[in-house]
């Protein structure tokens, strides 16, 4: 007997996708963005654009444009004479399309 698995729908959210998508920066100029309909989130350091793109599109119900991403190195940095380091963190800067609005204050 051979078991065949059945597709899985595009839309289904998979685990994967909430971490895929770690966090909403909430900071001046991530709320500026807001004026041209971009959202930007914190994501996963192996994340790259397209797999954000329909972590965002199924986990929000939106269409998204484009993602731009920045990488932000950790600094260096001294707490009572010790060095240590900042953990590097990934940034997606998330435009939606014209009419889509994500409001990150409700969460997921």
């Not at 192996?46 to 793109?53: F, Q």
Request: aromatic share 4%; proline share 4%; hydrophobic share 40%.
């Amino acid at each position: 007997m051979s078991k065949t698995k059945k597709p899985v729908a595009e839309t289904a959210i998979m685990p994967k996708d909430y971490q895929v998508i770690l966090s909403p920066v909430i900071t001046e100029k991530a709320t500026n963005g807001s004026q041209h309909n971009q959202v930007t989130f914190r994501v996963a350091g192996d994340a790259t654009k397209p797999v954000i793109k329909t972590a965002v599109e199924k986990l929000f119900k939106v269409k998204v444009d484009a993602v731009n991403t920045h990488n932000r190195k950790g600094k260096v940095k001294r707490f009572r004479g010790r060095v240590g380091q900042r953990s590097d963190v990934k940034f997606a800067i998330v435009t939606l399309a014209a009419g889509n609005t994500i409001d990150v204050t409700t969460g997921i």
